[in-house]
Nanobody, 116 residues
Framework: QVQLVESGGGLVQAGGSLRLSCAVS????????MGWFRQALGKQREFVAT???????GYGEFVKGRFTISRDNAKNTVYLQMNSLKPEDTAVYRC??????????WGQGTQVTVSS
């Protein structure tokens, strides 16, 4: 079983930056890829970014070069660097891990609030 704990959220002004972290523990050797999703109040969950064990990354269309996903295998942590933040980026950000065999684990999430 995989446990995920996010951190790094907070309140930031528009144009600012935040770096989210997702610490992984448990059976992390079974993880194929990890990702970040977000859900704003009253909206559906939205894909933000994903990264494979090989380091290949993909992003949601709205990112447009503002966010970067990365991983530090030594620290068992995945990061989401978010720059040029906009008020519409306000949401709860959650990381997930997709395991061999199809199992998916989710963290509890971290709130990001961008003020205008």
């Amino acid at each position: 079983q995989v446990q995920l704990v996010e951190s790094g959220g907070g309140l930031v002004q528009a144009g600012g930056s935040l770096r989210l972290s997702c610490a992984v523990s448990g059976s992390n050797g079974s993880i194929m890829r990890m990702g970040w999703f977000r859900q704003a109040l009253g909206k559906q969950r939205e894909f933000v970014a994903t990264i494979t064990t090989g380091g290949n990354a993909g992003y949601g269309e709205f990112v447009k070069g503002r966010f970067t996903i990365s991983r530090d295998n030594a620290k068992n942590t995945v990061y989401l660097q978010m720059n040029s933040l906009k008020p519409e980026d306000t949401a709860v950000y959650r990381c997930n891990a997709v395991q061999i065999g199809g199992g998916i684990s989710w963290g509890q999430g971290t709130q990001v609030t961008v003020s205008s």
